[in-house]
């Protein structure tokens, strides 16, 4: 919660003089309205910096799904499937493929194993999509977190450069 209180910046004024906002979150140290700026606008960008590991982190294990289901598609190809079990519980489970898109038994012949490969083709399309949406996810919480600590670190320079300032006409 940010909480804000005016400071005389004459302790002998009267109420109608001019006075500094200050600022604090959560009853924390009182801050000016650049401070709490540059507070936010950083924390912001540490927060998007988070969510863009965590996204990159889904394309990772997306990836090795999409290498595992692609090595599965080629052994179905070319009907050399060893262990159908844990080809179809990667199926069913990982990708998400119902039990008649991946049934208890591998029919070896051609119409059997068409039908497996074209739900696995769709399956491996989705992942696809979602792999190039979350890069897009990405590429825009990694401009957006740019934005943030650009701004924080331009109020932080100014509100360094306008306390020197004044420090200097003292």
């Not at 998007?48 to 595992?68: C, D, G, I, P, R």
């Not at 069913?92 to 059997?112: H, I, K, Q, V």
């Not at 999509?129 to 701004?151: F, G, Y």
Request: charged share 15%; aromatic share 4%.
């Amino acid at each position: 919660m940010i909480q804000s209180v005016q400071i005389s910046t004459n302790r002998y004024a009267s109420p109608e003089a001019a006075a500094v906002n200050m600022y604090s979150v959560d009853g924390g140290e009182q801050l000016t309205l650049g401070q709490l700026m540059a507070a936010v606008c950083i924390r912001a960008g540490a927060n998007m910096e988070a969510q863009s590991v965590n996204k990159m982190n889904l394309m990772n294990n997306n990836v090795e799904h999409l290498k595992t289901a692609a090595e599965y598609l080629g052994q179905l190809a070319t009907n050399s499937v060893s262990d159908w079990a844990t080809v179809r519980n990667f199926l069913r489970g990982t990708l998400g493929m119902t039990s008649a898109e991946a049934p208890d038994t591998l029919d070896t012949s051609y119409n059997g194993r068409f039908k497996v490969i074209n739900a696995l083709k769709n399956h491996l399309e989705a992942l696809t999509r979602q792999a190039q949406e979350d890069m897009i996810d990405v590429q825009s919480l990694i401009s957006r977190r740019d934005v943030c600590m650009t701004t924080g670190s331009s109020l932080v320079k100014s509100t360094g450069g306008s306390q020197n300032n004044t420090a200097s006409t003292l």
